[in-house]
């Protein structure tokens, strides 16, 4: 089944403690983004990758990192979480064309405290 | 810069009357269009787009959205809803130059029906 996967679903962390978000496409694809959505805000883009080794800001990148050393994956690093960082993340990956949509994965619930 | 406007934070129907999310976008070039929706504890589904061509495009359960570049709106229309729509849908925004591929997302809009 063509998916995009994350972990963990959800997780509680304190202020400080490294933590990273796992994403992994099996379709393929060329483009790979990071989202987070807030409540009345919508989506906003943290990062996002055109190809491999090619990363790049999005909206909101501040205390993010990402890494793409493999097509199926891109990571989403969080070196010194805050809890202004508490959040419903997303990962999507398309094909990379201007007429293409996301396919997204079903979500990261992060609480830091 | 591309941006959307979902003006209703939520939109109540009765089950079985027609149903109407509004979105109105704003881009500097063509506009390539979409609408998602996303269930409780579920990520976001692709229900249509609209790239070009027909004005009127049909998505999948038995949605359908009406491009209007005069108005720069995209609503997204159910001739009968159900129960089972109520979910949170959202509007988002491709300008085809955009670099990085991006897609601007509008805030959102909770639909419930009720039976």
């Known amino acids: 089944e063509a998916q995009v996967t994350q972990n963990p679903r959800y997780l509680i962390t304190v202020t400080g403690k490294k933590l990273t978000v796992t994403c992994s496409q099996n379709m393929n694809h060329e483009y790979m983004s990071w989202y987070r959505q807030d409540p009345g805000l919508g989506l906003r883009q943290i990062y996002y990758s055109m190809n491999v080794e090619v990363t790049d800001k999005g909206d909101v990148p501040e205390g993010y990192k990402v890494s793409r050393k493999e097509k199926r994956n891109f990571p989403l690093i969080l070196e010194s979480p805050s809890p202004n960082q508490t959040s419903l993340y997303f990962c999507a990956s398309s094909l990379g064309g201007a007429s293409d949509g996301y396919t997204f994965g079903s979500g990261t619930r992060l609480t830091v405290v | 810069a591309q941006s959307v406007a979902q003006p209703e934070d939520q939109v109540n129907v009765a089950e079985g009357n027609p149903l109407t999310v509004k979105c109105t976008y704003s881009v500097s070039g063509n506009p390539y269009l979409f609408w998602y929706v996303q269930y409780p504890n579920r990520g976001l589904q692709f229900l249509l787009k609209?790239?070009?061509?027909?004005?009127l495009v049909k998505g999948s359960y038995g949605f359908e959205a009406e491009f209007n570049k005069s108005q720069t709106s995209f609503h997204l229309k159910k001739p009968s809803a159900l129960v089972s729509d109520s979910a949170l849908y959202f509007c988002?925004?491709?300008?085809?130059?955009?670099?990085?591929?991006?897609?601007?997302f509008g805030g959102g809009t909770r639909v419930l029906v009720k039976p």
């Open positions: 609209y790239i070009t061509g027909d004005n």
């Open positions: 988002a925004v491709r300008d085809w130059r955009a670099a990085g591929n991006k897609l601007t």
